[in-house]
């Protein structure tokens, strides 16, 4: 494409966040669930190995073939969603490219999802080459939550106009309640890390030759859920506070939505402890993760980022906030 052409292509791009803006940064959260939830699928089904090689299936082949049967279609299934989830990057990172002066968190947010790509695509490869080191898959699913969490920003920032961004702004929650939503996202990342722990220390390795972490996993699911018992305690006395601060209702929305997960995660996890981890309820438990991630990240922005002080425009706030 040549200069003059690409600066045309540049010209028509929005300068808004648009509502295609914001159906790819929803796009963007819902695809990197959905790769957790089939990476899952890969795990419990003991499909790890089912594509043997990396990046091919197999060293003649970089599809399954008929031989591999049903363990390599699902392996490859998931391999295969990758694509989607780059096409949605890029997509999202086109939309969001005539915009990247005044909204550059769009921009960062698009390009950093859009990196997580390739960056889990070879912990994946590594994850294969090790024979599905626990440390390894471990890692594999953070990354995943990191992912997950930068997409559920960009799914709350893509919602703001480039007017409202630019607004002078206050506080969204009393000093409290922000720092019980700070407790509670760093408690949600701990219970998550040791989460993932706890499974490498049990049955669903992924394959049937694959090695554990060693460690005891009765122990292990212990100290998973001292962090839960924090994080319920923590986020009802958030619910207590912003109820009681009168807070502004989407972040009383956020916080229901949060606790609403937070109970329903903790009861699968209980549940499928105590009737020795059947696979759809491990697979409930890993895509209740995500959305606990993402429920967390949702209320952590909302109640301490800050929110349009009453009475601003556009046009009487953005000399000020320019200044």
């Known amino acids: ?56 299936c197999t060293p003649e082949s970089i599809v399954t073939t008929p031989e591999m049967g049903f363990h390599g279609v699902i392996e490859f299934g998931n391999r295969l969603l990758t694509f989607v989830l780059v096409i949605i990057a890029v997509a999202m990172i086109v939309s969001v490219l005539g915009l ?16 997580g790509i390739p960056a889990q695509a070879v912990i994946g490869g590594i994850t294969v080459w090790t024979g599905l080191n626990p440390w390894v898959v471990g890692l594999h699913f953070i990354v995943s939550m990191i992912l997950v969490a930068l ?28 720092q019980l939503l700070v407790t509670s996202t760093v408690l949600t990342s701990v219970a998550v890390v040791l989460g993932v722990i706890v499974t490498g220390s049990g049955p669903h390795a992924g394959d049937q030759g694959a090695a554990r972490n060693g460690l005891d ?7 998973h859920a001292l962090p839960v018992y924090l994080l319920v305690a923590t986020v009802a006395l958030a ?35 105590f009737l020795h981890l059947p696979v759809v309820l491990v697979a409930l438990h890993m895509l209740g993760a995500s959305l606990l991630m993402s429920a967390a990240i949702h209320a952590h922005y909302t109640g301490t980022t800050r ?14 906030a320019v200044a």
Not at 307 to 320: F, I
């Open 100 to 115: 990247r002066r005044e909204r550059k968190d769009l921009f960062r947010l698009s390009v950093g999802l859009f990196l």
């Open 151 to 178: 997409a559920t920003v960009l799914v709350d920032r893509a919602r703001l106009s480039t007017e409202q961004y630019r607004l002078r702004r206050a506080p969204a929650a009393p000093p409290l309640l922000r």
């Open 1 to 56: 494409m040549t200069l003059p052409a690409l600066s045309r292509f540049t010209d028509a791009l929005p300068r808004t966040t648009a509502p295609l803006v914001r159906r790819l940064a929803i796009a963007s959260l819902v695809s990197q669930i959905a790769i957790v939830v089939t990476g899952g699928a890969v795990r419990l089904t003991a499909s790890g190995l089912g594509c043997p090689e990396w990046p091919r």
């Open 307 to 320: 929110r349009t002080l009453p009475g601003s425009t556009a046009q009487s706030r953005l000399p000020q």
């Open 239 to 273: 619910v207590v506070v912003a109820y009681r601060a009168q807070v502004e209702g989407k972040l009383r929305r956020a916080l229901l939505l949060l606790a609403a997960v937070v109970l329903a995660q903790g009861a699968i996890g209980y549940t499928q402890h």
């Open 217 to 223: 996993s009765d122990l292990m699911t212990r100290l």
